[in-house]
T-cell receptor, first 114, second 112 residues
Framework: KAGVTQTPRYLIKTRGQQVTLSCSPI?????VSWYQQTPGQGLQFLFE???????NKGNFPGRFSGRQFSNSRSEMNVSTLELGDSALYLC?????????????FGSGTRLTVV | ELKVEQNPLFLSMQEGKNYTIYCNYS?????LYWYRQDPGKSLESLFV?????AVKQEGRLMASLDTKARLSTLHITAAVHDLSATYFC????????????FGTGTSLTVIP
């Protein structure tokens, strides 16, 4: 059974650019959540999608956005990149909406903004 | 503001020794999760604790939850080098729209 797949694994971008990260959940999982991990702030919730609808959003600026497609795959977009956006972005999927019995996390996308 | 605090932040221990990692949280929750993260890798689910008094064990690790004290512990028995990793607890709080609040993480190094 395939796990949560995130692409790309590594990304280097310049300040001011935008970036799109992709996440394919475990087959059958309909909920996808995104987390940002940095050394300073730790793991922080970005947003959760279920059935193509954003159900919850963390405390991040509007430059961070996302969407979910009908096949449950999700993308997140960060516009006007700042140095502070450098982080490991983790996608997590679960069968149903909500944390319930927990998430399965993907391997993450390491974003470096220079 | 909800806070999830772990201590210690860093732990260096010798193989064969026992130790406990503590996770305190500042609001009511009946659900707590433990994850392990190896350097440069993703988060691996270790335990899901869904009620007060829950205790789960897997190999040399045992996790427990006391919702009244708002405390979870991760006990390591007879540590081995393979347990070296960062351990995170996460709390799921009702009425916050389904999200984890993660602890600060405990970086564990087991010395042969």
């Amino acid at each position: 059974k395939a796990g949560v797949t995130q692409t790309p694994r590594y990304l280097i971008k310049t300040r001011g650019q935008q970036v799109t990260l992709s996440c394919s959940p475990i087959s059958g999982h309909r909920s996808v959540s995104w987390y940002q991990q940095t050394p300073g702030q730790g793991l922080q919730f970005l947003f959760e999608y279920f059935s193509e609808t954003q159900r919850n959003k963390g405390n991040f600026p509007g430059r961070f956005s996302g969407r979910q497609f009908s096949n449950s795959r999700s993308e997140m977009n960060v516009s006007t990149l700042e140095l502070g956006d450098s982080a490991l972005y983790l996608c997590a999927s679960s069968l149903k909406l909500g944390t319930g019995r927990g998430y399965t996390f993907g391997s993450g996308t390491r974003l470096t903004v220079v | 503001e909800l806070k999830v605090e772990q201590n210690p932040l860093f732990l260096s221990m010798q193989e064969g020794k026992n130790y406990t990692i503590y996770c305190n949280y500042s609001t009511t929750s009946d659900r707590l999760y433990w994850y392990r993260q190896d350097p440069g890798k993703s988060l691996e689910s270790l335990f899901v604790l869904l009620s007060n008094g829950a205790v789960k064990q897997e190999g040399r690790l045992m996790a427990s939850l006391d919702t009244k004290a708002r405390l979870s512990t991760l006990h390591i028995t007879a540590a081995v080098h393979d347990l070296s990793a960062t351990y995170f607890c996460a709390v799921d709080v009702a009425n916050t729209g389904n999200q984890f609040y993660f602890g600060t993480g405990t970086s564990l190094t087991v010395i042969p």
